[in-house]
């Protein structure tokens, strides 16, 4: 893991994680903690994010966006005025289009002391982005790999059957379904999917 | 790569029009592939609107107001494209009602008002949906009805529609004024009971609307389509003896393209009855929205200055469907 932050002399950020996903916020948490003039907190799993924020004081907070209680924050500076001692807001850079827009699309947003300059708070934003994006191909992928493993489960069931109607052995029945699927430029387990089908409505009355 | 249409909505029954448009293929219809993102809080939507992961969304006025301003950060231009709903919105409160029936205004309420708060025990906890919300608005307004002031005498949280059942029973809040169905979910659950609401404080006033970023606005073509789509949804929405099978549908499951709403209650705000405030939906008319109230409402509480008050109405006051009429006949 390459270090994103450059030290600094200054007082530490108070960095505070709100993620609804506990291996996600541990993983953000271990990785910003590298880096010593950060001091990071998570938001205890119960607590709202508001009190959350009422507790740590946090300078900078890290908004996993599938929270719904982000929108407590969105309201902090509208509230009256002793909702918060140090009013936050939505973080912006408004000549960063291109970071923004991937921030929002990887579902990670952050929330600042009114008063926090932008280099402080991008390097945080850009971490977590990166997290965000490898949790999210760490599920795509697993997502792939399950599929996967149905698809296994669908070819398998038809070849079975296959095997029983025809009196084949597997290779053969194996043949026969990419035989079907080289010529019809279909993928095997769509062809597995129809023949099961088939005679599923074969078997009926 | 082109990829849907994608659409942002909340798990309201008031998402309907839209969800019809979507599952019964009016969009598609007109030309439009469509993709529902049910979003967890009126924040995503917002963002979404102005970090494009959306294209379009259902919100009401002052959140898309605020916006456009920058008031949420990046400024941003939204425009109202559709009216989809009036009113709906309920004031509903912790415990059992000291009065039979809606609060009334004035002397009277406010005596109900401390009847009530006595068996809270503590300044109440009122939730509204969004800061930037019709709800704020509608629960400031039946506040002051009663002689409560909104700052001193209640204290307000932001929390989602779907998450005030969870919070009630926790105890986490006293009550809040939340979209449908939401509020006549938490009174059928003996949870809360309805105070007061739309229909109490602005009758029938402007709810959901279809907003758009305005890149999508200067598209003739797509919004045609979306407005045409949402219109014919309509249309079964206003038959009384479709209310059940919507209720249903609505209470379908994500997956099964519903929106995982309570069925009993969604059934409720489509007709109305003294625990549900009714939704009225939009029907075409070549009348204009009435957004004034609430402008000066924002003005009032300083979320907006005169010059933007004016700019706004001017924007705002729009007919029912926002698309000038000139613009869709050249596209015929």
């Keep these: 893991m390459d270090k994103p932050f450059a030290p600094s002399a200054r007082a530490p950020i108070n960095v505070l994680v709100a993620d609804a996903n506990p291996r996600r916020a541990k993983a953000l948490s271990d990785t910003l903690r590298a880096d010593s003039s950060l001091h990071v907190q998570s938001v205890p799993v119960g607590m709202s994010l508001i009190d959350a924020v009422h507790q740590y004081y946090p300078d900078v907070v890290l908004v996993d966006m599938a929270r719904a209680d982000r929108d407590a924050l969105d309201s902090v500076r509208a509230l009256s005025a002793p909702a918060l001692e140090r009013p936050i807001a939505l973080f912006v850079d408004e000549d960063d289009v291109n970071l923004m827009e991937t921030a929002f699309d990887t579902g990670v947003c952050s929330y600042n002391v009114l008063d926090a300059p932008p280099d402080d708070v991008k390097p945080l934003l850009r971490a977590a982005i990166a997290l965000y994006a490898r949790f999210q191909r760490t599920r795509a992928e697993l997502n792939a790999a399950q599929q996967e493993i149905e698809e296994r489960k669908i070819i398998d069931q038809a070849k079975k059957l296959f095997m029983k109607n025809e009196k084949t052995n597997e290779m053969q029945a194996y043949r026969w379904f990419r035989g079907r699927a080289m010529q019809t430029s279909q993928r095997i387990v769509t062809i597995a999917m129809q023949y099961l089908a088939a005679q599923q409505k074969s078997d009926s009355p | ?332």
């Design chain 2, 1 to 332: 790569m082109t990829r849907p249409f994608r659409i942002g909505l909340l798990r309201l029954s008031d998402s309907a029009p839209v969800m019809i448009a979507h599952n019964t293929g009016f969009f598609a219809q007109y030309g439009l592939e469509t993709e529902l993102v049910v979003s967890p809080s009126w924040a995503n939507i917002a963002d979404g609107l102005v970090w494009k992961t959306l294209d379009a969304a259902i919100m009401f006025a002052p959140l898309a107001m605020m916006t456009s301003l920058g008031r949420r950060g990046h400024m941003s231009a939204l425009k109202p494209l559709k009216t989809l709903s009036y009113g709906g919105n309920t004031v509903i409160l912790r415990g059992n009602n000291p009065f039979t029936g809606l609060w009334p205004a004035g002397e009277e309420g406010r005596e109900v008002f401390e009847k009530w708060r006595a068996t809270i025990g503590r300044r109440p906890k009122l939730s509204v949906v969004h800061m930037y919300s019709t709800h704020f608005l509608i629960l400031k307004r039946f506040l002051l009805s009663i002689g409560v002031n909104m700052e001193h005498d209640v204290e307000i949280q932001v929390m989602p529609p779907p998450d005030i059942i969870q919070a009630l029973i926790e105890g986490a809040v006293d009550g809040g004024c939340v979209g449908p169905p939401w509020g006549t979910e938490a009174c059928l659950r003996g949870l809360a009971f309805l105070a007061g609401g739309s229909e109490t404080v602005m009758p029938h006033h402007i709810e959901k609307q279809l907003v758009v970023p305005e890149t999508v606005y200067g598209n003739q073509h797509t919004c045609h389509a979306l407005v045409r789509a949402l219109e014919d949804a309509m249309i079964p929405l206003h038959a009384p003896e479709n209310r059940r099978a919507i209720a249903h549908d609505l209470s379908r499951s994500l997956e099964k393209k519903g929106l995982n709403l309570p069925q009993e209650a969604t059934f409720r705000t489509l007709s109305g009855d003294k625990i549900a405030e009714k939704t009225y939906y939009a029907r075409s008319s070549g009348e204009t929205e009435n957004v004034t109230w609430m402008l000066d409402d924002m003005l009032g509480l300083d979320w907006i200055n005169k010059k933007e008050h004016d700019a706004l109405k001017a924007e705002w006051t729009i007919p029912v469907s926002g698309v000038p009429s000139t613009k869709v006949e050249v596209l015929k």
